[in-house]
């Protein structure tokens, strides 16, 4: 299983505010390492959401935001649209042993 | 504007060998680090390997240490993934990622640019 865990499905409908939860340990999140968010849709390559907790790059809504705290990073979007129906993994950095960790992913349903 | 073009994936037997490839353009290639990361079907991402900007370092998850081998040609802007002793978990998408980030540092690595992946099924 993954490093991260996140939720392997949410759901909301639209105009809602839905939350992805990544929860990690304190060899990673809880070490202070920044946890980053992508957005991947079938047949496209993965999009950066978040970056260093809750900072947007250009470009990204500000529907999107990112917090962080103790061991676990949250992905918060309101307003809920149908395109943002996709899958939602955060991604962080492990000391033990030196590696890129992600987490298993969350599908995002939009009712 | 920002390219990454995985090439190389296909249909391999069990214990043989495939080279992924990844041009890059748009950029200058030599001043960031990459990675691949795969993506096995109905699975998640996984981390395979980072390759410094200079190619002086190099990082593995522990199923691919020596079997699979990163490399980059600066000559060519072109990044590198040799696959030796390939298994049937193996199989996955494989996608080449820029890392603006910095490996080990309190921000990590992240990936402003993703390829569009290539595939690599190793059956028999």
């Known amino acids: 299983q993954s490093v991260l865990t996140q939720p392997p499905s949410v759901s909301g409908a639209p105009g809602q505010r839905v939350t992805i939860s990544c929860t990690g340990s304190s060899s990673n999140i809880g070490a202070g390492y920044h946890v980053h968010w992508y957005l991947l849709l079938p047949g496209t390559a993965p999009k950066l959401l978040i970056y260093d907790n809750n900072n947007r790059p250009s470009g990204v809504p500000d529907r999107f935001s990112g917090s962080k705290s103790g061991t676990s990073a949250s992905l918060a979007i309101t307003g809920l649209q149908a395109e943002d129906e996709a899958d939602y993994y955060c991604q962080s950095y492990d000391s033990s042993p030196s590696a890129v960790v992600f987490g298993g992913g969350t599908k995002l349903t939009v009712l | 504007q920002v390219q990454l073009v995985e090439s190389g994936g296909g249909v391999v037997q069990p214990g043989r060998s495939l080279r992924l490839s990844c041009a890059a353009s748009?950029?200058?290639?030599?001043?960031?680090?990459f990675h691949w990361v795969r993506q096995a079907p109905g699975k998640g991402l996984e981390w395979v390997a980072l390759?410094?900007?200079?190619?002086?370092?190099?990082y593995y998850t522990n199923s691919v240490k020596g079997r699979f081998t990163i490399s980059r040609d600066s000559s060519k802007n072109t990044l590198y993934l040799q696959m030796n002793s390939l298994r049937a978990e193996d199989t996955a998408v494989y996608y080449c990622?820029?890392?603006?980030?910095?490996?080990?540092?309190?921000?990590?690595?992240?990936?402003?640019?993703w390829g569009q992946g290539t595939l690599v099924t190793v059956s028999s």
């Open positions: 390759i410094w900007y200079d190619g002086s370092n190099t």
């Open positions: 748009g950029f200058t290639f030599s001043s960031l680090g």
């Open positions: 990622a820029r890392d603006v980030g910095t490996f080990g540092s309190s921000s990590g690595s992240r990936f402003d640019y």
